[in-house]
């Protein structure tokens, strides 16, 4: 649940993400080290990286220790079935993975729906009439957006954090548009955005419709795009995460390798 409120990636896209995509990029002016994580190319075939905050680091952190070897310290490498493109991966450090029946195995989409619906069921969350609520992965994606927006980041800039290739599919999962287009401003820059503090906390959501599309997520983080090719912005207000001090090296000590991309 906090990877999909924090990085507003498809469940396709999460049960993808396998350690190699924590990668860094050393900012070529400061020499700072700043944490990115690749979104591998799902239904648009786009592949995107996203700037790892201060929050989602700590998550990531959580899960690689979760499924580490306590003796080796590696991440067991998994064959997945990729139903989509309806052949096998080849193996990978799958962050999403689980002990079934004393051999690791890829968590699956109708695994994080059937986990969230117990978790929901625990804590017994109504609406505003008393009926239970019910959340799907992908209403954590609307979420995202819609907290991404209010935060201050301009539509086209979640539109590429989300990977949609359309700007008014994301203006229709913001669940709150501003009355008005605001300016364009130096606080409400890519750069500047993820920096700035929510004016809101994240708005209750419909008792949920299953959607047709990839399930997906959302969140109270605002990560910034990095574009290939290019340095990712630093945040002004808060210092970027070193990926060592989340526990995102590799267990050889050498740190996350440079992506290619970035």
């Known amino acids: 649940m906090e990877f999909l409120r924090h990085t507003g990636a498809r ?15 050393r900012l070529p002016t400061t020499g700072e080290i700043v944490p990115l994580l690749q979104i ?16 989602l680091a700590d998550v990531l952190a959580a899960i690689v220790r979760r499924v ?4 080796t310290g590696a991440i067991p490498l998994l064959a997945a079935y990729d139903y989509e493109e ?8 799958l962050l999403f993975q689980w002990d079934r029946a004393g051999e690791p195995s890829r968590m699956s989409g109708e695994f994080i729906r059937r986990a969230l619906a117990e978790v929901l069921a625990f804590i017994g969350l109504t609406d505003t009439t008393g009926r239970p609520m019910d959340f799907a992965p992908h209403d954590f994606r609307r979420m995202f957006i819609t907290d991404a927006i209010r935060s ?20 229709g999962y ?11 401003t130096a606080s409400s820059s890519s750069a500047a955005a993820p920096c700035a503090p929510p004016r ?5 959501l419909k008792p949920s419709g299953r959607t047709s599309s990839a399930t997906s997520n959302a969140a109270s983080s605002r990560s ?5 090719h290019t340095a990712p912005p630093a945040c002004t207000s808060t210092p970027a995460p070193d990926a060592r001090s989340f526990d995102l090296t590799r267990p050889n000590g050498r740190g996350l390798p440079r992506s290619a991309t970035t």
């Open 86 to 93: 309806r052949i096998w991966n080849p193996p990978a450090p």
């Open 224 to 228: 910034a795009p990095a574009p290939a």
């Open 68 to 71: 580490r070897d306590p003796r």
């Open 174 to 184: 913001n669940a709150s548009t501003p009355p008005r287009p605001s300016k364009p």
């Open 40 to 55: 591998a190319p799902s239904k648009t075939d786009q592949e995107r990286v996203l700037l790892v905050n201060l929050e």
């Open 11 to 25: 469940i396709e896209e999460m049960l993808e993400t396998s350690h190699h995509a924590l990668v860094q990029y």
């Open 200 to 204: 809101s906390t994240t708005p209750p």
């Open 152 to 171: 201050g980041l301009p539509p086209h800039i979640a539109q590429v954090i989300v990977g949609h290739t359309n700007i008014n599919t994301t203006r």
